[in-house]
C-alpha cells in the first residue's frame, strides 16, 4: 500500500549542482504535481502533468524541470541549484477531475548552501 | 499574491475549547478541500465540498463551503491535542483538478 513515494527524503546541495528528485505512484493517476512548500507560503504549485508524455508549468516553474515519460513516475529536475530553492518538496497524484482527491508523498527535505 | 487567504495563521487553544478556520478567496471554485498536515508528512485530505452552501460534518469537525462557492470554514468542537497541526484548504478552479492551495492555519491544541 505504497501510494506515492518520493525518493530521496533529504538532501544537501551546493550552489550550482544538480539533482533529481523522483516521484513514483502506484494507483494509476493521470495527474500529477511537485509542490514546494516554504514556511508562511504553503504549498506553490511548480509543475504538473495530466497524462503520460505531458507537462505544464505551475506557478513557481523558473528554475526547474520535469518530465513524465512513464505515467506513474515524474521527475523534478533541479538544473543548477541556489539558495532560493531550499524548500520541502511535495509531489501528488490524483485522478481525472474536479473534486477529487490528491495524494501526497511524505515530502523531500532539500538544503542548498 | 495567494489566490486562497486562510485567517488565521496560528490558533493556540486548550483541550476542550471550540475554534474555526477560514479560507476565502475572490474566485468561484468548483470544489473546496481541506487537508491537515502533520510535522514530516504530507497533507492528508479531511473533506471536498463541492456545492454552494454545503455542510459536512466529520466527527467534530464541521466544513461549509460558502453559497457563492469563493469561501469556506472549518469548525472543530471541544479540541482535542489529536488535532494539532496545520490545516490547508485547496481549490479547484476547473475541471481539469488543478489545486491550488491556501498558506494553511497552524492549530496547536494543548492539554
Known amino acids: 500500500n505504497a501510494g506515492v513515494t518520493q525518493t530521496p527524503k533529504f538532501r544537501v546541495l551546493k550552489t550550482g549542482q544538480s539533482m533529481t528528485l523522483l516521484c513514483a505512484q502506484d494507483m494509476n493517476h493521470e495527474y500529477m504535481y511537485w509542490y514546494r512548500q516554504d514556511p508562511g507560503m504553503g504549498l506553490r504549485l511548480i509543475h504538473y502533468?495530466?497524462?503520460?508524455?505531458?507537462?505544464a508549468k505551475g506557478e513557481v516553474p523558473d528554475g526547474y524541470n520535469v518530465s513524465r515519460l512513464k505515467k506513474q513516475n515524474f521527475l523534478l529536475g533541479l538544473e543548477s541549484a541556489a539558495p532560493s530553492q531550499t524548500s520541502v518538496y511535495f509531489c501528488?497524484?490524483?485522478?481525472?477531475?474536479?473534486?477529487?482527491?490528491?495524494?501526497f508523498g511524505q515530502g523531500t527535505r532539500l538544503t542548498v548552501v | 499574491t495567494q489566490l486562497l487567504e486562510q485567517s488565521p495563521q496560528f490558533l493556540s487553544i486548550q483541550e476542550g475549547e471550540n475554534l474555526t478556520v477560514y479560507c476565502n478567496s475572490s474566485?468561484?471554485?468548483?470544489?473546496l478541500q481541506w487537508y491537515r498536515q502533520e510535522p514530516g508528512e504530507g497533507p492528508v485530505l479531511l473533506v471536498t465540498v463541492v456545492t454552494g452552501g454545503e455542510v459536512k460534518k466529520l466527527k467534530r469537525l464541521t466544513f461549509q463551503f460558502g453559497d457563492a462557492r469563493k469561501d469556506s470554514s472549518l469548525h472543530i468542537t471541544a479540541a482535542q491535542p489529536g488535532d494539532t497541526g496545520l490545516y490547508l484548504c485547496?481549490?479547484?478552479?476547473?475541471?481539469?483538478?488543478?489545486?491550488?492551495f491556501g498558506a494553511g492555519t497552524q492549530v496547536v491544541v494543548t492539554p
Open positions: 501528488a497524484s490524483s485522478d481525472t477531475g474536479s473534486g477529487t482527491e490528491a495524494f
Open positions: 474566485s468561484v471554485f468548483s470544489s
Open positions: 485547496a481549490g479547484q478552479t476547473d475541471s481539469w483538478g488543478k489545486f491550488q
Open positions: 502533468s495530466v497524462g503520460e508524455g505531458t507537462t
